[in-house]
C-alpha cells in the first residue's frame, strides 16, 4: 500500500506520514499494518522510487508541520511521479470477503499553490495477469494558513457558535467531582438528555466550507453515566438541499 501526493512531484516536496491505522469490520484490534506509528523507524516499510527517513515531532522537519503532531514520522523526497511513496507488503495479513478501514495522516511541505491531492493506492500483482491499482483513499491537504472551519473549536468563548439538537449542551471545568477535566484548554461541552442517536452538539459551517476540497475533521469524545460502560459515537455532516431536503452524511464513528 501506497500514500501518495497526485501532484507533480519534485525534490523540494516532502510528504509526511504521521500514522497509518487499517482494521478489519468485524472488529479486530489487529492492524493489518506493522509498525503503523514509526516507532521501530522504517521497519516494515519500503521506499518505492524516493528517499525516506523517519524524524521526530520536536525536530519541525519539514517546516510547517502541524504543531499538535506526537512520535514519530516518515518523511518521503526525492519522488518523481506522482505513484512513488512508501508501501508496505499486507498479502498474508489480509482476507478475502472481509473490508478493511484505512486511515493515515498525512502532510506536504514544498514550494506548492493551493492544495495537494494525497492518494492512498492498493497495487495488486496477479500471477498471470498484469498489476493492477486500486485508489482506496484520497483528500486534499491544505496550506497551514488555511483559517480552522470550526468556530470557537476548543470552546474559549463558551458555547459561542455552538448549539444542540435535540440535547442539552452545557460548558463545565470539570465533571465527576473533579474526574473528569479536559484534556487541553479550561473547559469542555457536555451533551446530555439524549433521546436519539443523531442528537448532540452541532456547529453551522455552509460558509466556511469549499467544492471540491476535502476537509480533516478531529474532537475528542468521551462518555459518562451510570452503568455505562460503551456507546456508539458519530459524527455526521447534516447538508439541506435547495428544494430544502435534508441529507444526513456519516462522516466518522
Not at 493489518?32 to 523507524?41: A, E, H, K, P, Y
Amino acid at each position: 500500500m501506497e500514500s501518495q501526493p497526485t501532484n507533480k512531484a519534485n525534490d523540494d516536496s516532502a510528504v509526511l506520514i504521521e500514522d497509518n491505522t487499517v482494521n478489519s469490520s468485524t472488529g479486530s484490534a489487529n492492524n493489518i499494518i506493522r509498525n503503523s506509528d514509526f516507532s521501530m523507524g522504517l521497519h516494515s516499510w519500503q521506499p518505492n522510487s524516493c528517499h525516506s527517513f523517519i524524524v521526530s515531532a520536536e525536530s519541525n522537519y519539514p517546516r510547517g508541520i502541524s504543531t499538535n503532531s506526537v512520535g514519530n514520522h516518515a518523511v518521503i523526497t526525492k519522488r518523481r511521479e506522482c505513484w512513488q511513496g512508501l508501501e508496505q507488503e499486507i498479502t498474508s495479513r489480509i482476507s478475502p470477503g472481509l473490508a478493511y478501514f484505512v486511515s493515515a495522516s498525512v502532510g506536504v511541505s514544498g514550494p506548492h499553490q493551493g492544495s495537494a491531492g494525497v492518494k492512498a493506492t492498493l497495487r495488486l500483482e496477479h500471477q498471470y495477469s498484469k498489476t493492477s491499482y486500486f485508489c482506496i483513499g484520497k483528500a486534499d491537504c491544505v496550506p497551514a494558513g488555511d483559517k480552522d472551519i470550526i468556530l470557537n473549536p476548543k470552546f474559549e468563548a463558551g458555547l459561542r457558535n455552538w448549539s444542540g439538537r435535540g440535547c442539552e449542551v452545557v460548558l463545565h471545568d470539570s465533571m465527576a467531582d473533579g474526574k473528569i477535566v479536559p484534556q487541553s484548554g479550561k473547559v469542555f461541552a457536555s451533551a446530555t438528555k439524549l433521546t436519539q442517536s443523531w442528537n448532540g452538539i452541532h456547529q453551522e459551517i455552509t460558509g466556511r466550507v469549499q467544492p471540491n476540497l476535502a476537509y480533516d475533521v478531529t474532537a475528542v469524545v468521551r462518555i459518562f453515566g451510570k452503568n455505562v460502560t460503551t456507546a456508539t459515537v458519530k459524527a455526521t455532516l447534516w447538508v439541506r438541499t435547495a428544494n430544502h431536503h435534508d441529507k444526513y452524511v456519516g462522516i466518522s464513528k
